[in-house]
Nanobody
């Protein structure tokens, strides 16, 4: 499975960005999909996750109410809508796929496939 992330950029605090991650080379609905982020000097952390149908989602506490993860299985793509962005959201955001996972997992080492990362910078 190949994952291609896009949509990062520079935005002022309070602004919005939408990340996309297009998958190819596999059966998309076999994969639990997630967004991780990694800030300088910090470990990669699970930000949001979504199961194969989109019926179950997970958010880390710091983004609840501001970020929304979704997936379009007809386009083999997931999205992360990020609103009310804060400087502490600044990080490289990675999409990830884990085969046949029924629910979220926050150990990045367990995920099978990764996108290349897209930089999100929020200025104060």
């Amino acid at each position: 499975v190949q994952l291609q992330a896009s949509g990062g950029g520079l935005v002022q605090a309070g602004g919005s960005l939408r990340l996309s991650c297009a998958a190819s080379g596999g059966t998309f609905t076999n994969y639990y999909m997630a967004w991780f982020r990694q800030a300088p000097g910090k470990e990669r952390e699970l930000t949001a996750g979504i199961n194969w149908s989109g019926g179950s989602t997970y958010y880390t506490d710091s983004v609840k109410g501001r970020f929304t993860i979704s997936r379009d299985n007809t386009k083999n793509t997931i999205y992360l809508q990020m609103n009310s962005l804060k400087p502490e959201d600044t990080a490289v955001y990675y999409c990830a796929a884990d085969y046949d996972r029924p629910y979220y997992g926050d150990n990045f080492r367990e995920y099978d496939y990764w996108g290349q990362g897209t930089q999100v910078t929020v200025s104060s």
